[in-house]
């Protein structure tokens, strides 16, 4: 199996514990870099007494537990070496390699111990079981040679006292290995472990290397000719990598990937030390550029995690043309927010906020966050999908719990429930915010944490809120990437020999669809906006109501029910039909007088009935009484005038003595009108003459 320690720390090189002296590390000049690169030069030397402290205190935690009945080596609950918080990130990286390198060997280094008879020790308590089995994996890694140690160094007690007593005992130590890989006809130690664990082992070392070009240090052209220059070659797919090559991945336009075996190489060029080139999973890459899809070149994004300084590091570059903020929540500690800040800014960023509360503490409310458009949501997750988990737990500061995970295969039931709901309670949190996306993304395989997570969200909606509900959609990514736009809603990437698993949901909110023309001009017409404040559809419907009415009177007289005229003496008036046309281009109503043989006339203004034993007014009368009516209406562009019938009852014929034209008269002034009121009113006209009278032709002119 390759060296799992090519990118560790020297021991020559010291242990950093002053947060100031680390900033000096990482972010360097010419010189810094010259010694960043030193510091992955490795030699099985063996490391500092604060790395063996860190690295028992981490296989405490994650070691396998066994039955007590069967358990022959006993573990004590706390180890009494001072917990040991180390800032050199080189240091930490050799820490967790030990622990996890330890969890893998631990049934083998206990039969060591047991069979050497260097265990049980009255001298050395229960509490440094942890402590004996770290130190004794490197011990036999360095082939049983002592540790070179460096004066600068501050000795741990316990570390040293353990060291002398396993080297007090090396050779049977040693011996005590032979017998075992002869037991077990393996080669190495590596050959003894489960079949399993080998390929897992072997896939991850195989892994390529995912890097992402740093924009805002150096442009891509700018980086592929400096890669050219140092001996690289440009290869089509991740198929053809081999040796002194590279390629451009196929989602992200922006990263690289390099085989394995050139990560020592990688890490000591100037293109890492001056953080032009950067190494991350591209799970990360994944869900920063599905966030960079849905932004605007004004829109705020929201970064719920910490996580990893990369990841924001790269949303920055990505969004750097525009005046996009990006907001990080739960940054705590001031020292933490500085020491972020200085490795930013080394980096070229300038459009970070940071704030120290944690993500559910925010309200959605919050009028720092009333421009954000996009949540970056990357979630706790089992994270059993990942290649590296060593980087991954470094980088995305994840739990040291996923070393034993991942040599298990497996999660307990009891912490996959706690991670889907602490999950679902982010992501419900999230769905509250007014936004316009919300990209969901984990490392898991297990849909608990996935898929019925995002479904489980969107079932249960907002409660309390009045808010436009969410939808899946498909994720976008490098807009000049050459595939086809994917029509899946979930974005999905199983665990293999080529890349790290990953899981990629965008939550979008769910627009209407745009308005027609004619609706805008309906909903513009309710409420006044157009034509002096008229509803155009209602004013439609009355004008369509009264040809309807006039067309139905119309076929009533065709069938019959004509209105008749009678003699002075014996007549009897009928029905009379008016009707009165306003037309929209003219302002004044236009008056029709129809034939005086017919006996009609045309009015704008309804008339009420009088008592049987009135007397009708006089024409002149009328016309001066609706003159100012008629004005008004002329006025009123907007009133249309409905079609009124006039029913005339039967005159009563005059004395017989009186003379002709003063009967003529006495009729005229006895007339009884019934007006029907307007359409809208809902009135009914009178029903017309039971008694059918002969029609005849009146004798005045």
Known sequence: MPDCKSDLVSLHEGVINDPSELSEVRISDEKGSVDRRRMTVIEKSGYHDSVYA??????????????????????????????????????????????????????????????????????????????LVVMLYDL?????????????????????????????????????????????????????????????????????????????????????????????????????????????????????????????????????????????????????????????????????????????????????????RIFVCGVKSSAKADELRNLLTHMGCQNIQLLHEDFTKIEPTDPRLEKAKVILLLPQCSGLGVGNPIDFILNECGDAGLLRDIFQGSVSEDRLHVLAEGQLNELRHALQFKVEAVVYCTCSVYPEENELVVKKALESGVEGKKMQPYRLIPPVFSPCSDLEASTETFFKMEPSDVSSGCFLAVLAIEKEPPESPSDILARAAAKGLLDGGVDKTKRGKKQKGAQKGAQRRQNITTSGAEPKITQPHHQTLSKVKAEVSVSKAVSKAEEKVVDQRESSAEVKKSIQPTSDTGHAPAAGKVRERQAPGRKVRAERKRLVLKTVEIVLPPVIPPPAALPRNKARSWTHQHLHCRAAAKGSSGRTLPPPLSKAVKPAVPSHP
């Open 54 to 131: 860190s690295a028992a205190q981490i296989f405490q935690g994650i070691r396998t537990e066994k039955r007590r009945d069967r358990a022959l080596v006993r573990y004590g609950g706390d180890s009494v070496s001072p917990m040991v918080t180390l800032q050199d990130e080189h240091s930490q990286r050799a820490a967790y390699e030990l622990a996890f390198s330890a969890l893998k060997y631990q049934d083998l280094l206990e039969e060591i111990l047991l069979d050497s008879s260097v265990y049980p020790c009255p001298s050395i308590p229960d509490e440094l079981t942890s402590l």
């Open 140 to 324: 036999q890694d360095r082939k049983f040679e002592p540790r070179k140690v460096v004066n600068e160094e501050e000795p741990v007690a316990e570390v040293r006292k353990v060291e002398h007593y396993l080297y007090s005992f090396r050779t049977k130590l040693a011996a005590a290995l032979a017998r075992c890989r002869i037991k077990n006809d393996a080669l190495s130690i590596e050959c003894i472990l489960p079949e399993a664990i080998r390929k897992r082992e072997q896939r991850a070392s195989a892994l390529p290397l995912c890097v992402w070009v740093n924009t805002l240090k150096i442009s891509l052209q700018d980086a592929f000719r400096d890669l050219k220059e140092e001996g690289f070659t440009r290869v089509a797919s991740v198929a053809d990598l081999d040796h002194d090559t590279y390629c451009v991945d196929q989602h992200c336009h922006d990263v690289l990937f390099f085989p394995s075996s050139l990560k020592e190489k990688l890490l000591n060029s100037d293109l890492f030390a001056d953080f032009k080139l950067l190494l991350q999973d591209k799970s990360r890459s994944l869900a920063v550029h599905s966030v960079q899809a849905q932004l605007g070149t004004e829109d705020d994004v929201i970064v719920a995690h910490l996580g990893s300084h990369l990841t924001i590091a790269h949303l920055s570059a990505l969004t750097a043309q525009s005046t996009s």
